[in-house]
C-alpha cells in the first residue's frame, strides 16, 4: 500500500490541484495543507524520544494524517501563518518565529521524499549561488556583475563586448500601494551607462546580453527533462519574455546531451527534485544558462504543449523511475 502524499502549498494554487488530482486517481492518499492555516485551523501534535524519530499528526476540522508514515512531501509557495485578532505586532512577530520552528522543524525533519526540501530551495535560490554551481557543472553562463558601484558597471562595461542588460538579483516582484509589480530585465542603452545614479543604494545584477534565436524553458523532475522553445513575437518579449506572454509561441525540443548532464549534475549539486531552469539559445545553438528556479511555476508550459509535467511530479512523489 502507498504511504500518504503531503501537500504544503497555498489553498488557492491551482497548478498543485492537478497534482493532488493525479496522485489521487492513483488512489494515494493526499493531505493538503497550508501554513496559513496554522494554528488557528491546523492542529500539530508531534513527538520524538529516543526510541523513534518524529510521529504525532497534522489535523484539520475534516482530516488526519500520521506523520510517521507521510511517504513524500510536495511544498510550493505556502502562505503565511495566520494568528488570532487582537495581537500586538511583536508578539504576532514572536508566534510566528515559533511556529516555523516548530511546524516548520517537525516538518523539516521528516525523513522521506521532497519536492523540494525548504531548507535546499532556500539556498538554491541565490542566483550567485545557482551561477557558480552552474559553471563548475559544465554549463555555460553569460558574463555576470554583481555590485553596488558605478565604476564597477562601467569598467564591465569596458570589457564585456556589445550590451548589458540589467535584472533584479532575487525576487523580481514587489507590491507598492497595494499593487503588484514586476522589475523586469532591462537592456542598458549607452545613455545608460553614463547615468548609472542609484546604483549603489542596492545590489544589483548586470549580465552580458546574449544575441538570441530563442530562449527554453527546461522544467526538470527527478531525471526527467522537459524542454520548451520560448519565442518571443515583440520587442518587449525578446528582453523579457515574462512582460509580453500574450505574443508568445512554444514549441516542444530535445535537450542536447552536454546541456542534459550538467543540468542533472546541478540539480544534484542543490539538492533540487524539480527546477524550472531558463536558458537563452543564441543563432548558433549555444545554450546558456541564466537561473534555475525550485519553485517555478510549470502549469502553463504543460497546458501549451501537453507535456506530462504533473505526472512526472506524481511519480517522483511516489518513487516512480
Not at 143 to 155: F, M
Amino acid at each position: 500500500m502507498s504511504l500518504p502524499v503531503l501537500m504544503i502549498t497555498a489553498n488557492d494554487d491551482w497548478p498543485t490541484d492537478r497534482v493532488v488530482t493525479e496522485l489521487t486517481g492513483r488512489g494515494i492518499e493526499v493531505f493538503r495543507m497550508d501554513t496559513a492555516d496554522f494554528p488557528q485551523r491546523l492542529a500539530l501534535t508531534g513527538r520524538i524520544d529516543r526510541g523513534h524519530g518524529w510521529a504525532g499528526e497534522l489535523a484539520t476540522a475534516h482530516r488526519t494524517v500520521d506523520l510517521s508514515r507521510v511517504g513524500a512531501v510536495y511544498y510550493r509557495a505556502p502562505g503565511a501563518f495566520q494568528f488570532p485578532d487582537g495581537m500586538t505586532g511583536p508578539e504576532e512577530r514572536f508566534a510566528a518565529a515559533q511556529a516555523r520552528a516548530g511546524l516548520g522543524g517537525v516538518l523539516g525533519a521528516l525523513g522521506c521524499r521532497w519536492i523540494n526540501h525548504p531548507t535546499f530551495m532556500a539556498r538554491a535560490e541565490y542566483k550567485p549561488v545557482q551561477l557558480d554551481a552552474a559553471r563548475a557543472c559544465g554549463l555555460r553562463i553569460p558574463p555576470t556583475l554583481i555590485t553596488n558601484q558605478p565604476d564597477a558597471v562601467q569598467e564591465f562595461a569596458a570589457a564585456v563586448p556589445g550590451p548589458l542588460i540589467c535584472k533584479p538579483v532575487a525576487s523580481p516582484v514587489l507590491i507598492e500601494d497595494s499593487r503588484l509589480k514586476t522589475v523586469y530585465t532591462r537592456r542598458l542603452t549607452p545613455e545608460d551607462l553614463t547615468d548609472l545614479r542609484g546604483i549603489e543604494t542596492t545590489a544589483h545584477l548586470f549580465q552580458a546580453w546574449i544575441d538570441k534565436s530563442h530562449e527554453v524553458r527546461l522544467t526538470v523532475v527527478g531525471s526527467r527533462m522537459f524542454a520548451t522553445e520560448v519565442h518571443a513575437g515583440s520587442d518587449a518579449a525578446r528582453e523579457d519574455w515574462r512582460s509580453d506572454y500574450g505574443s508568445l509561441t512554444y514549441t516542444t525540443t530535445t535537450v542536447p546531451a552536454d546541456v542534459g548532464a550538467g543540468m542533472l549534475l546541478l540539480m544534484d549539486q542543490l539538492h533540487l527534485a524539480y527546477g524550472a531552469a531558463d536558458f537563452v539559445v543564441d543563432p548558433s545553438g549555444r545554450w546558456w544558462f541564466l537561473e534555475v528556479n525550485p519553485c517555478g511555476q510549470w502549469d502553463w508550459i504543460q497546458g501549451a504543449t501537453g507535456q506530462p509535467i504533473a505526472a512526472a511530479i506524481a511519480d517522483e512523489l511516489q518513487g516512480v523511475t
